[in-house]
T-cell receptor, first 113, second 111 residues
Framework: NAGVTQTPKFQVLKTGQSMTLQCAQDMNHNSMYWYRQDPGMGLRLIYYSASEGTTDKGEVPNGYNVSRLNKREFSLRLESAAPSQTSVYFC????????????FGPGTRLTVL | TQLLEQSPQFLSIQEGENLTVYCNSSSVFSSLQWYRQEPGEGPVLLVTVVTGGEVKKLKRLTFQFGDARKDSSLHITAAQPGDTGLYLCAGSGDSWGKLQFGAGTQVVVTP
């Protein structure tokens, strides 16, 4: 089992460019999450998907869109990147409502110039 | 928005010493989790506490959930260099699994 995988690991964008961060899990988990981590601020929830076919906003959704492509995959899209979106992005998954543990991917380090 | 405050932000200690990290909030959480994160990796769960007053032990790590389910602490006994990392507390208040993270405590244990 690979667990949660994320691509790419690193990315540099210019302001205004778009890109999609990919996330996949092979644990048959129902729920998936996207977080961003900034120095001194911990992890903040961007979007989540409680189950296949549903998505909802988290704490900091502005400037992002998501797609739950199927049960395995949950992608995060930046339509017009801004320097404020420079961050490390983590995808996570959870088995379901009665399970607390979230399993995190290795992260994508994004720099927007 | 529920806020979780961790203290201290940074701890540097010698091998063999003890340390305590605190996680405080003005809000009640249905459960609280502690994660450890190493550079270049995602957080990894250490423990989940769900009952007020609960104490859990994992080898040299002791986790406590406050009686009112608003605060928690992590105590490490006889710290080792392998305990070095960023310790994050995270609270959950709903069944969707949405987590509110603290800013983290960077622990450095030197030989």
């Amino acid at each position: 089992n690979a667990g949660v995988t994320q691509t790419p690991k690193f990315q540099v964008l210019k302001t205004g460019q778009s890109m999609t961060l990919q996330c996949a899990q092979d644990m048959n988990h129902n729920s998936m999450y996207w977080y961003r981590q900034d120095p001194g601020m911990g992890l903040r929830l961007i979007y989540y998907s409680a189950s296949e076919g549903t998505t909802d906003k988290g704490e900091v959704p502005n400037g992002y869109n998501v797609s739950r492509l199927n049960k395995r995959e949950f992608s995060l899209r930046l339509e017009s990147a801004a320097p404020s979106q420079t961050s490390v992005y983590f995808c996570a998954s959870r088995r379901g409502p009665t399970y607390n543990e979230q399993f995190f991917g290795p992260g994508t380090r994004l720099t927007v110039l | 928005t529920q806020l979780l405050e961790q203290s201290p932000q940074f701890l540097s200690i010698q091998e063999g010493e003890n340390l305590t990290v605190y996680c405080n909030s003005s809000s009640v959480f249905s459960s609280l989790q502690w994660y450890r994160q190493e550079p270049g990796e995602g957080p990894v769960l250490l423990v989940t506490v769900v009952t007020g007053g609960e104490v859990k032990k994992l080898k040299r790590l002791t986790f406590q959930f406050g009686d009112a389910r608003k605060d928690s602490s992590l105590h490490i006994t006889a710290a080792q260099p392998g305990d070095t990392g960023l310790y994050l507390c995270a609270g959950s208040g709903d069944s969707w699994g949405k987590l509110q993270f603290g800013a983290g405590t960077q622990v450095v244990v030197t030989p």
